[in-house]
């Protein structure tokens, strides 16, 4: 399912240039924020999370997430804030594809892989986006 949120050249470009976001769930009125990998395909976001993490909690109750993506330089600050809904991916093809992708990519996987059943990604599907200092 592709995003309804349509992302610029720019945009797109600078979402694949870069692979760290901050993530914020919520749970009841508690904010909770954490930086994650990410990986962005066809106007959506993946990220991994283990199942006793704070995100993943959270997440379960209320599927409303936030991402940061953004870069800071005095005066040349880059960034793509996105709220979106998210969902589980747990095993299948979906999840045996976007390992594949993570491992490929990511050193950190590859160091400590995991198997299906042991840790989902997360998919946002963006319902509003702002960006600044992409051009």
């Not at 599927?63 to 040349?76: L, M, Q, T, W």
């Not at 793509?80 to 990519?105: D, H, M, P, W």
Request: some cysteine; charged content about 25%.
């Amino acid at each position: 399912m592709r995003g309804v949120v349509k992302f610029t050249p720019k945009e797109v470009k600078f979402l694949r240039e870069n692979e760290g976001c901050r993530v914020a769930t919520s749970s009841g009125n508690v904010p909770h924020i954490a930086p994650v990998t990410y990986y962005f395909e066809d106007g959506c976001f993946y990220f991994a999370t283990d199942y006793d993490t704070k995100k993943y909690s959270n997440l379960k109750k209320n599927k409303k997430i936030a991402i940061s993506v953004d870069v800071y330089s005095p005066g040349k600050h880059k960034a793509v804030v996105v709220q979106g809904t998210a969902s589980f991916i747990e095993k299948g093809s979906e999840f045996r594809r976007l390992y594949e992708i993570f491992y490929k990519n990511y050193a950190w996987v590859r160091a400590m892989p995991w198997k299906e059943g042991e840790a989902p990604f997360v998919k946002i599907v963006p319902a509003s986006k702002s960006s600044w200092g992409i051009g």
